[in-house]
């Protein structure tokens, strides 16, 4: 049996396909369980937080960086090295507010929307709010209060995908009940 088909292919690149593929199967059973935009958009937002917070230990294993001292330098590493990791891509960080508690990550090519088309009569339908789950979840176990939120969505229509942070408070380190 020859092999000749599969010489030249980045398997990163198969899965990331298979990743987007499969992603775009879990939104659309979402749609056909939920059949409400807005509870698909709560789903996705709960699977990614899940995914953030245990996300954030292999992260934080394989990078081996402290730990940031302002919002900026956790802006920088999101951005840098958590979306390069684990999805290839780059976002730019902009926008900041004067206060430096919020911060837009600006998104050319979203590798969760490639090959989709929003279904018709889905305007709310935030496809890649897994994203926002994803980073909430994360930051919280770091200790960050955040809130995530879709400004813009290519899929809309818009020139460019934009995720809002926005920095709420420093969560205390917690000690679970029973242990002391």
């Known amino acids: 049996m020859s092999r000749q088909g599969t010489r030249g292919v980045d398997p990163r690149k198969v899965n990331g396909e298979l990743f987007t593929l499969t992603y775009g199967a879990l939104v659309a059973q979402l749609l056909r369980d939920y059949e409400d935009d807005d509870e698909v958009n709560k789903q996705l937002e709960k699977m990614g937080y899940n995914i953030g917070v245990r996300l954030i230990e292999d992260f934080l294993a394989r990078n081996n960086s402290s730990r940031c001292n302002d919002f900026r330098e956790t802006a920088d590493i999101i951005s840098k090295v958590g979306f390069k990791m684990y999805l290839g891509i780059t976002p730019v960080v902009s926008n ?49 209060d955040v809130d995530v939120r879709f400004v813009q969505d290519q899929l809309k229509g818009d020139n460019i995908t934009e995720l809002r942070l926005k920095f709420l408070r420093r969560l205390e380190d917690a000690i679970p009940v029973g242990e002391d």
């Open 96 to 144: 900041w507010s004067p206060a430096g508690d919020e911060f837009s990550l600006l998104i050319e090519n979203n590798p969760l929307a490639d090959f989709v088309e929003l279904p018709p009569g889905h305007n709310n339908l935030n496809f890649s709010n897994l994203l926002c789950g994803v980073l909430k979840g994360a930051l919280e176990m770091v200790q960050m």
